[in-house]
């Protein structure tokens, strides 16, 4: 018999699993995300149009204006993902 787990807990875990994921890619290693690496991680996440997704990432995260994400951004990064359906299963 399978253990409860509440979704509030699973959702943390997703969340660091996907704060994992888009650090990952700064392949820079700079502490930002640019374009081309967030593209690299919705590709990773299995979007079908991460260009898209990437400007729209961009729309809701973004919140200094300059193009990229970073370390302080990408809480809302992440929420924006969760929100869009994205997950680590």
Same mark, same amino acid.
């Given at each position: 018999?399978?253990? #409860? &787990?509440?979704? $509030?807990?699973?959702? *943390?875990?997703?969340?660091? @699993?996907l704060k *994992?994921?888009?650090? /990952?890619?700064? &392949?820079? =290693?700079? =502490?930002?995300? $640019? +374009? *081309? /690496?967030? %593209?690299?991680?919705? /590709? +990773?996440?299995g $979007? ?8 729209? %990432?961009? @729309? @809701? ?7 990229s ?6 809480e /809302?990064l !992440?929420?924006?993902? !969760? +929100?869009?359906? #994205?997950?680590?299963?």
């Amino acid at each position: 018999m399978p253990l #409860y &787990t509440p979704k $509030s807990i699973n959702l *943390a875990i997703n969340e660091e @699993h996907l704060k *994992a994921i888009f650090k /990952e890619q700064d &392949t820079d =290693g700079d =502490g930002r995300l $640019s +374009k *081309a /690496e967030l %593209s690299k991680a919705f /590709e +990773k996440l299995g $979007s079908r149009n991460p260009g898209w997704r990437v400007r729209r %990432s961009l @729309h @809701h995260a973004d919140t200094d204006g300059d193009g990229s994400i970073g370390l302080n951004e990408l809480e /809302e990064l !992440v929420k924006y993902a !969760v +929100k869009q359906g #994205y997950g680590v299963n």
